[in-house]
C-alpha cells in the first residue's frame, strides 16, 4: 500500500510545514542503497561550510556520496553506518558526530556557548518501501550537550544523560510546530486505526466547545451539521477500512451555535506495513466559503440581468413585426412564459368609450382578482388598479390580493382555490401618457417579484403600449385600404355572350394590403377589354395608385383601345404625376367575344397562362415591355381563344413567395394546370378555385393574389 502523502496545493500552512522540515534544528536525511544522498534538510548541509558558515543548496546533495558533500572523517563514518544499517536492517545510534551547525552557537537552553560544549548524536534507520524491503537509510541527528570526544566517550558511561538531552531536544522542536499549528487556521486531531479519536484536540474542543469525553472516540461526529453528518460518518469510516486519505468538507458547528466551513484531510500512517494512527488536519475556510458564494450570487444576478436584457431586446424585436393586436399578445405571452415563468398572460384594451375594457386573448370574468361580468374601469381587478394608479400592481399570494382589494373585491376562497393563479402582476399600458389598456401576468406559485424583474416588466410593458399603438393605426389603415381597394374593383363581371369570365382577389394574410387589381367592361364597339395590373407597394398609397391607373386606362380606351395606344398614354400620365419610384405593370387585351380574335399588350406583366383542348398550357408570347411609367415603343400582338380554351391572367402573388422564386412558380403554375381534367377546364369558376387552392398550398401567403380566368365554351355562345 502506498502511503506517501500526495502533494497538496500551496497554502501558507503547508509552507509552514515546509520551513518547519528544511529548517528544523535537527538534521535530517535520507539515502538510497548506494549510499548517496535521496533527500536532506538545510541543517546537514552546513559540515560542508568553512566555520559553521552556509553551506550549498539541499537540492545540490541529491545523488551525491558523503564522501562529496561532507568532511572526509565525517563522511567515513557516515559511509560506514549506512553500510551497517542495510547489511543488519536494524537500527544504529552514534554520538560523536559534529554538532549540527546550525545551531552550535546556541545551548539547549536558549543560552549562548561555546561549538566545543556541543556534538551531534546520529540516529540511522533503514526505511521500507510498501512491500517490506529496505528502499534506504535514514538519518535523525541531533545536538547534545558536550564535546564530539567526550560525548563519545561519555555515551558508554552516561547512556541517560544523553538521551535526556535528546529528549529535550525533541520536546523544544515538538513545542515550536505546536505553536506554529496554534497560531494557524488548521486544527490538528489524532485518530486511532479503527477511525477513533484517540488523544484530546484542544482547538477542537475551543472552537466546538465539546469537552474531552464529548469528543473522544465517534463524538466529534455530534459537531458536524446535521445534514452533513451521514455523508461525513460513512465516508470517513469507508477511508478507515480501505486506508484511503480521507479528504472532505463539511460545516462544523461552533460554541456560539452558528457553523463554519472545514476543509478536512485526513493521512493514514503506517508501520510495518500496518496502520497506527490516522493525522488530520482541519481547516477553516468559512471565508473562502463566503466570497465564493458572494461571488456566484454576483454572477448569477449579472447572468440574469443580461439574460432579462437579451430577452427585452428579443421581444422589442418581435413587438416591432407584429401587425395586429393578436399577434402582439401572442409575443406577450411568449415573452411572459419563457422570460418570468408567467403561467397566464392577458391584455385588456380600452373601448372607444373609454369606459369598458377588452380583453384579446383571455376571459377573465372567472378570474380571482376579477369581479365577473364585463370588465370596465370601475370594475377592481388587477388590471383596472394598474391603469387607474399608472403603477406596477404587484400581488405577492392570495393573502396579499385581500389585503389590496380588501374594500373593494369580495375574494372568494372557493374561487381562489379552484384556480391555478396564486401569484398576479398588472401593469399599465400608457402612450404619452394616456392608458391604452392594461397587461396581466399571472403565476401558479406565490412569488415575490424582485426590483430587477420589475424593472424588466415595466420596460417590456412600455413596448408592448408602443407596439399596440402601432398595431391599432395599422389595423385602421389596413382597413381603410382594403376597403379602398375593393371598391375600386368591379363589382361584378360583365356579362357577354361567348366569354366567361371569373376573378378572385386575395388579401396578403399578413395584412398589407397591395396594389393588385383587376377590370373588365365593354368598349363602344361591343369588343371586351381586360386589364390585370399590379402597383408595387403596398397600404394606401399602392390602393389610391391603383385606382388611378384603373380610371385612366377606361378613360383612354374609351378614346383609342388599343392596347398599344392606351400602354403609351399610361406612359405619358406616369410621367407627369407619378413618383419615379412607382412601379406599376399592367396586362391589357381587347377582345371580340364572337370569334374571340383580339390583341393583346403587356407592360412588364407575367404573362397569360393559355390552356388549349389536347395541348400542354403554354404561356402567351408577347414582349412583356417595360413597367409603365419607363416609355418605351408600345406593341401589340394578335390573341386568340378557340371554343373550349381558357386564358388565365394573375399577379405575382401567385406563384411569387419568399419560398419560391418566380421562374419555379411559374414552371409550378404550368405543371398544376396540366393536371387539371376536363370538368375543370370547362368550368372557369372552379379553375379558378383549383389553380389558386393547389398553388398557395404549403405557403405562406406574403403577398396579395389576383386571378383572372377567361373562357371560351366549346358549344358556342352562353
Not at 51 to 64: K, M, N, T, V, Y
Not at 290 to 314: F, I, V
Not at 358 to 382: C, E, F, I, K
Not at 634 to 642: A, D, M, N
Request: include cysteine; aromatic fraction near 6%; charged fraction near 25%.
Amino acid at each position: 500500500m502506498d502511503t506517501s502523502v500526495p502533494r497538496q496545493r500551496e497554502t501558507p500552512d503547508s509552507a509552514l510545514v515546509d520551513m518547519l522540515i528544511l529548517e528544523a534544528p535537527v538534521g535530517l536525511a535520507l539515502f538510497g542503497p548506494d549510499l548517496r544522498f535521496r533527500w536532506v534538510n538545510a541543517a546537514l548541509t552546513h559540515f560542508s561550510g568553512d566555520a559553521g558558515g552556509p553551506g550549498p543548496d539541499p537540492s545540490q546533495c541529491r545523488g551525491l556520496l558523503p564522501s562529496q558533500a561532507w568532511p572526509q572523517d565525517v563522511a567515513a563514518r557516515a559511509e560506514n553506518a549506512l553500510r551497517k544499517v542495510l547489511d543488519e536492517g536494524a537500527p544504529l545510534a552514534e554520538p560523536g558526530y559534529p554538532a549540527v551547525p546550525r545551531f552550535s552557537a546556541e545551548a539547549p537552553s536558549g543560552e549562548p556557548a561555546d561549538a566545543a560544549d556541543v556534538s551531534g548524536c546520529a540516529s540511522w534507520f533503514p526505511v521500507h518501501d510498501a512491500t517490506g524491503q529496505v528502499f534506504g537509510v535514514g538519518l535523525v541527528m541531533l545536538n547534545v550537550a558536550g564535546p564530539p570526544a567526550a560525548a563519545a566517550e561519555g555515551l558508554g558511561k552516561s547512556d541517560a544523560a544523553a538521551a535526556e538531552a535528546a529528549a529535550a531536544e525533541i520536546k523544544r522542536s515538538e513545542e515550536r510546530y505546536r505553536s506554529l499549528v496554534q497560531g494557524g487556521a488548521q486544527v490538528v486531531w489524532v485518530a486511532a486505526p479503527d477511525g477513533a479519536m484517540k488523544e484530546d484536540a484542544p482547538e477542537w474542543r475551543w472552537i466546538t466547545g465539546q469537552s474531552v469525553e464529548e469528543f473522544t472516540g465517534a463524538g466529534w461526529l455530534d459537531s458536524v451539521h446535521p445534514e452533513d453528518k451521514e455523508r461525513v460518518e460513512r465516508d470517513w469510516r469507508e477511508c478507515v477500512r480501505t486506508g484511503k486519505i480521507f479528504d472532505d468538507r463539511y460545516r462544523i458547528r461552533t460554541k456560539a451555535g452558528s457553523y463554519r466551513h472545514y476543509d478536512v484531510r485526513a493521512v493514514p500512517i503506517e508501520r510495518d506495513g500496518k496502520i497506527v494512527e490516522w493525522v488530520g488536519a482541519s481547516t477553516d475556510v468559512t471565508s473562502q466559503r463566503e466570497a465564493e458564494e458572494m461571488r456566484g450570487r454576483l454572477t448569477e444576478q449579472l447572468s440574469a440581468a443580461a439574460l432579462r436584457t437579451a430577452r427585452l431586446q428579443q421581444a422589442t424585436s418581435m413587438l416591432a413585426e407584429a401587425l395586429t393586436v393578436e399577434q402582439v399578445v401572442e409575443v406577450i405571452t411568449e415573452v411572459g412564459r419563457t422570460a418570468i415563468g408567467a403561467l397566464h398572460s392577458a391584455v385588456a384594451l380600452l373601448e372607444a368609450d373609454g369606459a369598458r375594457l377588452r380583453v384579446v386573448n383571455d376571459d377573465l370574468r372567472h378570474a380571482p382578482d376579477s369581479a365577473g361580468g364585463p370588465l370596465t374601469l370601475q370594475s377592481p381587478s388587477v388590471m383596472t388598479k394598474a391603469i387607474a394608479t399608472r403603477r406596477p400592481v404587484l400581488i405577492e399570494d392570495p393573502e396579499d390580493l385581500r389585503r389590496q382589494f380588501e374594500d373593494e373585491l369580495d375574494i372568494d376562497p372557493e374561487r381562489v382555490a379552484a384556480s391555478d393563479e396564486r401569484s398576479w402582476v398588472g401593469l399599465p399600458l400608457l402612450a404619452a401618457g394616456a392608458p391604452l389598456g392594461a397587461l396581466r401576468f399571472s403565476f401558479g406559485r406565490p412569488r415575490k417579484i424582485t426590483e430587477e424583474e420589475r424593472v424588466f416588466l415595466e420596460a417590456l410593458a412600455g413596448q408592448c403600449a408602443l407596439a399596440v399603438e402601432r398595431a391599432g393605426l395599422y389595423e385602421r389603415e389596413h382597413t381603410t385600404a382594403e376597403t379602398l381597394q375593393r371598391s375600386l374593383l368591379p363589382d361584378q363581371l360583365p356579362s357577354v355572350p361567348g366569354l366567361v369570365l371569373e376573378a378572385m382577389y386575395r388579401p396578403a394574410k399578413n395584412m398589407e394590403i397591395g396594389g393588385d387589381w383587376y377590370d373588365a367592361f365593354r368598349l363602344a364597339d361591343q369588343r371586351l377589354g381586360v386589364a390585370v395590373g399590379d402597383v408595387m407597394g403596398k397600404g394606401l398609397t399602392a390602393a389610391a395608385g391603383m385606382g388611378r391607373v384603373r380610371n385612366a386606362l377606361r378613360a383612354l380606351a374609351l378614346t383609342d383601345p388599343r392596347p398599344a395606344a392606351v400602354l403609351g398614354g399610361l406612359d405619358r400620365l406616369f410621367s407627369a404625376t407619378e413618383q419615379e419610384e412607382q412601379v406599376t405593370t399592367l396586362a391589357y387585351l381587347v377582345i371580340d367575344p364572337e370569334t374571340g380574335e383580339g390583341v393583346l399588350g403587356n407592360a412588364g406583366h407575367l404573362p397569360a397562362l393559355v390552356l388549349e383542348a389536347g395541348c400542354p398550357p403554354r404561356f402567351c408570347e408577347v414582349e412583356e415591355g417595360t413597367p409603365l411609367g419607363m416609355p418605351s415603343p408600345r406593341k401589340q400582338r394578335k390573341f386568340s381563344l378557340s371554343p373550349g380554351d381558357s386564358a388565365v391572367f394573375y399577379s405575382d402573388g401567385l406563384v411569387e413567395n419568399r419560398n419560391r422564386g418566380l421562374d419555379t412558380g411559374l414552371e409550378e403554375l404550368a405543371a398544376v394546370a396540366a393536371r387539371a381534367d376536363e370538368e375543370l377546364l370547362a368550368s372557369p369558376e372552379r379553375l379558378l378555385e383549383y389553380l389558386v387552392e393547389r398553388m398557395l398550398a404549403g405557403h405562406e401567403q406574403d403577398d396579395d393574389v389576383t386571378v383572372l380566368v377567361m373562357h371560351r365554351p366549346a358549344g358556342g355562345p352562353r
